[in-house]
């Protein structure tokens, strides 16, 4: 049976770290939304030009935008075993939707993990993250520093800071999270689909904590 996990949590709790390694280990298509507007705005796709106006103020995308995205997203091949969901869903109406796609193909969302941090670490993550422009490979300018300035260690793509981790709008989309996204951890706790963990520790430690949900999750 395929296998649907939520990588679920605030903005700069770490959630784009953990599924690069969680991906690698459980073998499933790493399906982040974020990641998917940005390459729509890359390619300059009416996608993306619409996108880039929400995301640029730090405001949701709309929702059936989104959930359009992601259902031509869940048509191709390598989901087909399963997805690790990171950025989706954001909002009840897109968790809705998700079980909805999720039961046409009589399957169902494993388990939420949700890493959780207090919003002044994320507010310093956020200040110090920086992103592959091409790949999507997230650096911290302070702890975890690309081995050449600038340079993607992985494919030597751009590294920059995202316009939407700039201070401005840093703020807005914490709050943007509190108010549209929090709401789902008790929607899904009462699913009895959630475990909590603490982001506020090395990535090594997080990723550890991860896997023994996962592991208990199929129990
Ligand atoms: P982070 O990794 O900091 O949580 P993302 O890369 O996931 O940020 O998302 C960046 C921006 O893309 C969001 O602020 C929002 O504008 C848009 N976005 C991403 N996922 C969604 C979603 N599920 N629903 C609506 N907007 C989204
Ligand atoms: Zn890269």
Redesign the pocket.
């Known amino acids: 049976m395929a296998k649907y996990f939520v990588l679920f949590g ?4 770490g ?2 770290t953990q599924a690069e390694r969680l991906q690698k280990e459980l073998k499933l298509a790493h399906v ?4 998917l ?2 390459d729509h705005l890359k390619r300059e796709t009416d996608l993306g030009q619409l ?1 880039r106006s ?2 640029e103020r ?6 059936d935008v ?1 959930i359009g995205m ?1 259902r031509e997203r869940m048509k191709d091949a390598d989901t087909q075993n399963g997805m690790l969901l ?6 009840i109406a ?1 968790a809705e939707a998700l079980d909805r796609l999720l039961a046409e193909k009589g399957d169902k969302i494993q388990h939420v993990l949700f890493v959780n941090a207090p919003k002044q670490v994320l507010l310093e993550r ?1 200040g110090s ?1 920086w992103t592959c422009k091409q790949c999507g490979k997230v650096y911290n300018a302070l702890s975890q520093p690309p081995k050449v300035h600038g340079v993607c260690d992985d494919c030597s793509g751009e590294v920059y800071q ?1 316009p ?2 700039k201070p401005e709008v840093q703020e807005k ?1 914490i709050n ?2 509190l108010e549209q996204t929090a709401p789902l951890i008790e929607y899904f706790r009462g699913l009895g689909q959630l475990t909590e963990i603490n982001g506020v520790q090395s990535v090594d430690q997080v990723y550890s904590d991860l896997m023994k949900a996962i592991e208990r999750s199929g129990q």
Do not use: I
């Not at 982040?32 to 990641?35: E, I, K, L, P, S």
């Not at 730090?58 to 929702?63: M, R, S, T």
């Open positions: 605030p903005p700069g709790v959630k784009g982040a939304t974020g990641d507007f940005r996108a929400y995301m730090g405001a949701l995308v709309p929702d989104t992601v990171d950025g989706f869903p954001r909002t897109q956020l993250r995202r939407d981790d989309r943007v999270y």
